[in-house]
């Protein structure tokens, strides 16, 4: 069955470092997000991606969140400086939208990153 | 602003019971409103979803009521079982845009 990939699951890192988490979504899936999911909380959009574009990228902290997909396929995002408030699951999911609307959104098992 | 509101937080129920949980939206706009799973350490699964031109959707022990004159809908779990204990996220959105989360759900399942 077709997944969405997502490295690392986990990243340990200190404060002021750089981190980067990748993306491989479902293949022929044109949209891509890029969500953080703070304990005990839902997922909140950082980035959302259709083919190579951003479509909104409003609520990423553009001093320190950048979030690239290249070549309309697998997507990485990247953390400088970390600040120990980044700590939280970044989930990567992709969606396939039809004539129909909406399509389901696919989520990855997520990088669980921890900043000390 | 919270776009998607969810209720309870948190619920435990007994083996066979009925477990509800409620959710209420604002935009009008929103064409698509999921019910996602979570296990931890996972990320949310597609659990079932209902589009605006319908009351209701069953599938297995699952049903969504949608209200859309009340803005509201609902996630029930008839004979809820040990193993449906997650966290159940109500989710909106509008065609091509980004879904907007609830705060979640912690439904415990008592054998």
């Known amino acids: 069955e077709a997944e969405v990939a997502q490295s690392p699951r986990y990243k340990i890192t200190e404060k002021s470092q750089a981190v980067a988490f990748w993306c491989d979504p479902i293949?022929?899936?044109?949209?891509l997000y890029w969500y953080r999911q703070i304990l005990g909380q839902g997922p909140e959009l950082l980035v959302q991606?259709?083919?190579?574009?951003?479509?909104?990228d409003s609520q990423l902290p553009k001093d320190r969140f950048s979030a690239e997909r290249l070549k309309g396929v697998d997507s990485t995002l990247k953390i400088q400086p970390a600040e120990l408030g980044d700590s939280a699951m970044y989930l990567c999911a992709s969606s396939l939208v039809t004539g129909r609307g909406t399509g389901e959104l696919f989520f990855g098992e997520g990088s669980r990153l921890t900043v000390l | 602003q919270q776009q998607v509101k969810q209720s309870p937080q948190s619920l435990i129920v007994q083996k066979g019971g009925i477990s509800i949980i409620n959710c209420a939206y604002e935009?009008?706009?929103?064409?698509?409103f999921p019910w996602y799973q979570q296990f931890p350490g996972k990320g949310p699964a597609l659990l079932i979803a209902?589009?605006?031109?319908?009351s209701e959707k069953k599938e297995g022990r699952f049903t969504i009521s949608f209200n859309k004159s009340a803005k509201q809908f609902s996630l029930h779990i008839m004979d809820s079982q040990p193993g449906d204990s997650a966290t159940y996220f109500c989710a909106a959105s509008h065609t091509g845009n980004q879904f907007y989360f609830g705060t979640g759900t912690s439904l415990t399942v008592i054998p």
């Open positions: 935009n009008t706009a929103f064409d698509y």
């Open positions: 293949s022929g899936h044109a949209t």
């Open positions: 209902i589009r605006p031109d319908v």
């Open positions: 991606f259709q083919d190579e574009s951003v479509v909104d």
